[in-house]
């Protein structure tokens, strides 16, 4: 018997009566992470990592959350659940289930290496791995976190050179407290748009121990942001929301930036290759080192990825979910305006 099926709600375990990361509303829910393709409203209860709670709140509003650390263990009718490091964004967990002897883990979205904020992905050993596959192609692999943050670094010193304005694009949960990590160490010239100022706050509220950083808002003259870094959605690209900055130049932290070329299409002066998630290495050494026997793949790319899986000698089997529409695309998709610059959540 399965202990979780895939059904058009999510990943449910029957026995326990509770879904993983449902994309419909349901009476219980348990949330990897604060990505609004992993955590949905209208959910009666919401069972997640304590640091996820805030981002939660303000994300989905009030409502039922129980909070549980690293380790800990609840009972659900009988299965044991408990969460593990996944490394993706602050909060962000593995989902261990385990009844009569069987143990599941459904891993959300991860990465392997610790960026220092989001805690270190923790390999869980298990007889079957739900696996993500973002970046499920060998042209991805990323390069150590301390030469991305140099590689950014140096490219506002370029600008500052020229004095030029530095807009970076990264999304509010996740990569924007890794950039603003990696302009601190040069600048605490840091501008950032109403969705990241939100964030800031509410984990700045939770005790985490972040750089300064001031708002954007309209009545800010337009030459305070030379030779300044702004950091923004990516619902702010191209919008007229950034003509306050002219002089600028626009770098994106993306992982789809390894692809030769998407700079260029995208018609930014910078691409730097950051993700939350695994690269195609990370993603086999987290597999590899879970010990399981079956593997399930999700979204990404989860064809090619679970075939590679099986020439390799790890069964696998792809699944469709309705993951993956996540920061990027919601994102894009916001409107930003002068109006709602203070006030966008996305």
């Known amino acids: 018997m399965a202990l979780i099926d895939f059904t058009d709600r999510g990943l ?26 992993h955590a949905r409203s209208g959910c009666r209860s919401y069972l997640c990592h304590t ?3 805030p981002i939660l709140q303000l994300r989905l509003g009030e409502a039922k959350y129980q909070p549980i650390a690293w380790g800990d263990a609840v009972y659900l009718n009988g299965v044991k659940v408990s969460l593990y490091p996944a490394g993706h964004v602050i909060g962000s967990s593995q989902v261990r289930v385990e009844y009569g002897g069987e143990v599941w883990v459904a891993s959300g979205d991860y990465k392997v290496e610790n960026d220092g904020i989001s805690g270190a992905f923790e390999p869980v050993a298990c007889h079957t791995f739900i696996t993500e596959s973002t970046f499920g192609l060998p042209i991805y692999k990323w390069q150590q976190q301390p030469d991305i943050y140099n590689d950014i670094q140096q490219w506002i010193a370029a600008n500052m050179a020229q004095q030029v304005c530095s807009v ?63 950091i923004a959605p990516p619902s702010a690209d191209g919008t007229p929301w950034m003509k306050r900055f002219l002089p600028y130049a626009v770098g994106v932290c993306s992982g789809w930036m390894q692809v030769r070329g998407n700079a260029r299409r995208r018609n930014v002066d910078a691409g730097f ?12 050494t987290a597999i590899k080192a879970t010990g399981a026997s079956k593997v399930f793949v999700t979204h990404g790319f989860q064809l090619a990825f679970s075939r590679y899986l099986n020439e390799i000698g790890i069964k696998a089997a792809e699944v469709k979910t309705a993951y993956g529409t996540n920061e990027e695309e919601n994102e894009a998709t916001a409107t930003v305006s002068e109006e709602n610059v203070q006030t966008d959540e996305q």
């Open 273 to 284: 290759v950051m993700s939350d998630h695994a690269d195609f290495t990370g993603l086999l």
């Open 51 to 53: 640091k996820s709670v």
């Open 12 to 37: 449910f375990c029957s026995q326990g009566n509770f879904y993983i990361d449902p994309w419909k509303p349901v009476d219980h829910a348990v949330i990897t992470h604060a990505h609004s393709d």
């Open 168 to 230: 970076l694009i990264a999304y509010s949960l996740g990569k924007a407290q890794r950039v603003i990590d990696a302009v601190s160490k040069i600048t605490n010239n840091i501008y950032v748009h109403g969705a990241i100022w939100n964030m800031h706050q509410v984990l700045l509220n939770d005790g985490w121990q972040l750089p300064e950083v001031k708002k954007i808002t309209p009545d800010i003259a337009k030459g305070s942001f030379k030779n300044a870094v702004v």
